[in-house]
């Protein structure tokens, strides 16, 4: 239109968006380089998202255990090692109880129980018995004595039985008892069952015989750890269990003649 001013082409301004352009460049081609696009904001509401870990670092494992504490998994022993893990041992023989196990027992009936009527001497491992006898002359009335290895169970030597009534007079039974309860050796299991009659009463009675082989019986025991055998009468039971050497009875039951079970646990070797 007349008036207005008139520029030369050659001196016009590059026109690089289409909206800075006049009204005669809008048909000119855009500029191909798109704008930037602001972050887009995340959700308020949204839980965050997992965050990958470095290639090479490796997530850590949270601590699930206190180093050298022991746990059960039935029978598996399982042990927290330094790094905070579990670590799997062997497999126990018969149970784990903060590490492996094994159980012991001493089972004792005198003449006339309830259960029994002459009488029973039984020695017991890890629920599998591995001695049991009755009464009278040809069963193992008396005094009958196992030796073990605590830590194995494994027998180290046969069951012996010492029956006073054999020898009655001359107490040749009870002196040999007292002897070799004198010389095991410290640090065995052992487990005593008396069955049908001690031998080590009057008939009938409660009190005790006063020979020298009665007194020496009486005296072994204690020195294993017996705290009941002064109570004993005569046909009672009495199971006692021990460790050779601590002077002191680890399970110890008496009665009138009713059966009764000493019983005791103690860890297994791996």
């Not at 470095?54 to 090692?81: F, K, W």
């Amino acid at each position: 239109p007349i008036g207005s001013p008139q520029i030369d082409a050659a001196e016009a301004p590059p026109c690089g968006r289409q909206r800075d352009c006049p009204a005669s460049d809008a048909g000119a081609a855009p500029d191909p380089t798109p704008p930037a696009q602001p972050a887009p904001k995340p959700d308020a509401g949204a839980e965050p998202g997992p965050v990958s870990p470095a290639p090479d670092t490796a997530p850590a494992s949270p601590p699930g255990c206190r180093v050298g504490e022991v746990h059960c998994l039935g029978r598996i022993p399982q042990m927290c090692g330094a790094d905070g893990k579990w670590v799997n041992g062997p497999a126990c023989v018969h149970a784990c109880e903060g590490g492996c196990v094994n159980r012991f027992a001493a089972v004792s009936a005198g003449r006339g129980s309830p259960t029994n009527g002459d009488g029973l001497s039984e020695f017991v491992r890890n629920g599998s018995s591995f001695f049991s006898k009755g009464g009278d002359l040809i069963g193992a009335r008396g005094f009958n004595v196992a030796v073990l290895d605590p830590r194995t169970g494994a027998a180290l030597e046969p069951v012996r039985n010492f029956d006073p009534w054999v020898s009655p007079l001359s107490g040749t039974s009870l002196r040999e008892f007292a002897e070799y309860l004198n010389a095991i050796e410290p640090g065995r299991l052992v487990l005593v069952s008396t069955c049908d009659d001690a031998g080590i009463t009057n008939l009938n009675s409660c009190e005790k015989g006063g020979s020298a082989a009665v007194t020496g019986a009486l005296d072994a025991l204690r020195r294993l750890g017996s705290r009941e055998i002064g109570r004993y009468c005569s046909r009672g039971a009495f199971a006692f269990a021990a460790i050779s050497g601590e002077g002191r009875a680890r399970s110890e039951k008496l009665s009138q003649g009713a059966k009764v079970t000493a019983e005791i646990t103690l860890p297994a070797a791996p």
